[in-house]
């Protein structure tokens, strides 16, 4: 059985007084995905394609405008708050801002164990609960007595990870919960995250702009751009590369440890307007910036469709990407 199951959720955010057709934000469109036990699933796009607001969706934060969460074969209901949902399913969420989820004027200890102040504990056995979690974390002990303000940016996020893991969560969204960290940390705490869900069971969705490190953790990949999904791989990665030109273009910018192949290679870079999730362009949402856009693309809405069974892709030229782009290049270049 799925752990979680999206279908057709849709989150529209209304501005203002009005609620005319720019004033509504389309955070997340018609989104339909699954989460799997005992899988890593990656949401990488831009600012503003709606990751955190699927991952607050998920977790059970955000109350879906339409569609359906399943958790557990069990559909949510729309009457809870959206904070018991989250309780009641064993979910947590980790964002960037470490520091936003301690309170500073509380030691680490006293954050860290909050989550178990309803489990009966004394003092003397939460105490020990959250020296064994900042252990799992891999920081010192004596950092209990420390406050917030006296920790580094990768012990604080550190701190907040061993948070979520102290109610033995079922699912943690890590909503780019490494991006404010310099690349040793980060190549740190996401070594310790692989780690403690090897010695958990816990499921993680990592949300990041960073295609990279998405890749690093990730079993599967959805890829987002203006609150829709336009590429899913349906099976564990190593099997299907990406297909959609703004996944390629993503995966582009990313350097190739091989010099030799890395000198070869040229970076995809995107010109044209960004469109706006209040006022969505017609047809596919990428036409403005898609490299290998043609006359349908502007036209009539891709929708996201089985392309070689490991990948769903949301493009009506899904697998033509290289000669397409070959050819935009030359006609460019021509006088
Ligand atoms: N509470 C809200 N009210 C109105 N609009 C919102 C609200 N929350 C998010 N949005 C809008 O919804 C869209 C998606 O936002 P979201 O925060 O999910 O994007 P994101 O991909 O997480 O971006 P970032 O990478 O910058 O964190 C954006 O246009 C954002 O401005
Ligand atoms: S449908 Fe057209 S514009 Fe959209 S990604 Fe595919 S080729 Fe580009
Ligand atoms: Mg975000």
Redesign the pocket.
């Known amino acids: 059985m799925s752990l979680v199951e999206l279908d057709r959720v849709s989150v529209h955010f209304s501005r203002g007084q009005r609620r005319t057709r720019s004033d509504t934000v389309h955070a997340l469109d018609d989104v339909t995905l699954t989460i799997n036990p005992g899988e890593v699933l990656g949401i990488v796009g831009e600012?503003g394609c709606g990751?955190?607001t699927l991952?607050r969706v998920i977790v059970g934060l955000e109350r879906p405008t339409s569609g359906e969460v399943v958790v557990r074969g069990v559909k949510r209901s729309r009457n809870q708050r959206p904070g018991a949902n989250a309780r009641n399913d064993g979910f947590q969420m980790v964002y960037?801002d470490a520091a936003g989820s301690l309170n500073p004027w509380k030691r680490i200890g006293w954050s860290i164990g909050e989550p178990l102040q309803n489990e009966g504990l004394g003092k003397t056995e939460r105490r020990r609960r959250v020296t064994e979690l900042l252990d799992q974390v891999g920081l010192p002990g004596q950092m209990i007595d420390r406050y917030p303000g006296e920790l580094s940016g990768g012990q604080q996020q550190r701190a907040a990870i061993a948070r979520a893991l102290a109610s033995k969560p079922r699912l943690i969204v890590l909503?780019?919960a490494v991006s404010s960290l310099d690349m040793s940390t980060q190549a740190q705490v996401l070594n310790l995250l692989k780690d403690l869900a090897d010695q958990h069971p816990v499921n993680y969705v990592f949300?990041s702009h960073d295609i990279a490190a998405v890749d690093f953790m990730s079993d599967r990949v959805a890829v987002m751009y203006l609150g829709k999904i336009v590429e899913l791989q349906n099976s564990a990665k190593g099997t299907a590369p990406l297909l959609h030109p703004y996944s390629i273009t993503l995966r582009s910018a990313v350097p190739v440890p091989d010099p030799v192949v890395e000198r070869g290679r040229s970076r995809i870079v995107l010109t044209g307007p960004v469109a706006s999730a209040s006022d969505l362009p017609s047809g596919c949402r990428f036409h403005t910036r898609c490299p290998i856009a043609q006359p349908v693309c502007s036209e009539e809405e891709p929708v996201l469709t089985e392309h070689q069974l490991d990948t769903s892709v949301a493009c009506h030229f899904a697998g033509e990407f290289e000669h397409l782009y070959r050819r935009s290049s030359n006609s460019k270049t021509q006088p």
Do not use: F, M, V
């Open positions: 600012s990751k955190t991952g960037q909503d780019e949300i």
